[in-house]
């Protein structure tokens, strides 16, 4: 514990059970000595979980938003301004669903329908909490705004399927909004590249074990686990990274600039 962000205020999207990397996040902001707002789709509170979460975080608010409906984010915006007596300090964007993997279909038959809501939910929604908080001027000055995203932006991994176009989209409206909002206001606007990571969201990709355990052999330090995400978040989120905006950071052990490594090697000899 560093009181990292200590007297800074944030809102965290996205905490759907303990394995979210959101949930992670919360606790490891709030253990830094920030004040929380908990904030997920009305679907995803209704297991009432996150109230375990609200209670380990001082009793933070839980404010229901689905990230595509504007009067929602509105709303969220507007309360968690009351419940600070002031602006906003950081957000996490943790947020992810694609319908068509849900569906079952293959990347070479998607649904468009689908595929709209998926880029809506898992990408548009970054633009849309960015102009939500743009509109009713709710980011300090110096503000942090992180998403959290997958190398299948940049490299092919066929069973990422259209999240894989998601995640692209998600880095482009954090690259472009990130610009404005530098201009306004000194914020920053990052997304973090994850290890693939045991959650309801990481499971739902096909032969995800798989994929987690080839990762692990093809990472020099390992896979990057939620806590360590949940950690550097903290960081992103500090002032100690005011100068870092408009970037897609890998945090995945080495994973993205790898080419091979002597396990994977073994065990093609095998
Ligand atoms: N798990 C991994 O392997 C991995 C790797 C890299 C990046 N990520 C990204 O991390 C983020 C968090 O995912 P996670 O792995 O912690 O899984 P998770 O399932 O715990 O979190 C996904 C969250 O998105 C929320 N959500 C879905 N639709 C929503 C809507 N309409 N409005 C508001 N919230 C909505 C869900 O309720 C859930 O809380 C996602 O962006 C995911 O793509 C995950």
């Not at 004040?35 to 404010?63: D, F, H, W, Y």
């Not at 849309?128 to 942090?144: F, H, I, K, Q």
Request: glycine residues 8%.
């Amino acid at each position: 514990m560093y009181n990292l962000l200590k007297g800074k205020k944030g809102i965290i999207f996205g905490a759907l059970n303990e394995q979210s990397i959101a949930w992670k996040t919360a606790q490891a902001c709030y253990r830094e000595g920030a004040q929380l707002v908990l904030t997920n789709a009305p679907i995803a509170l209704r297991m009432g979980e996150i109230n375990k979460l609200s209670a380990e975080c001082g009793n933070a608010p839980v404010i229901p938003a689905d990230v595509v409906n504007m009067d929602d984010l509105k709303k969220l915006f507007e309360e968690s301004m009351k419940h600070f007596g002031g602006g906003i300090d950081f957000i996490l964007h943790s947020i992810g669903m694609s319908l068509n993997v849900r569906k079952g279909k293959a990347y070479t038959e998607i649904d468009y329908n689908f595929n709209q809501k998926t880029l809506d939910i898992s990408a548009m929604s970054l633009h849309r909490v960015l102009r939500t908080a743009w509109d009713l001027d709710a980011l300090n000055e110096g503000a942090s705004v992180v998403a959290l995203t997958y190398i299948a932006a940049q490299r092919v991994f066929p069973d990422y399927n259209e999240m894989a176009d998601a995640k692209a989209l998600l880095e482009s409206v954090t690259r472009s909004f990130g610009y404005y909002y530098g201009i306004k206001k000194k914020v920053r606007v990052n997304t973090i590249s994850q290890s693939p990571t045991k959650t309801t969201a990481g499971s739902g990709v096909k032969g995800f074990d798989g994929f987690m355990a080839y990762a692990e052999k093809m990472s020099p330090l390992g896979n990057a686990s939620g806590e360590d995400c949940a950690n550097y978040c903290t960081l992103l989120f500090s002032d100690y990274a005011k100068m870092v905006t408009m970037q897609n950071l890998f945090h995945d052990g080495g994973f993205s600039f790898t080419g091979v490594t002597q396990q994977v090697i073994d065990q093609m000899e095998k």
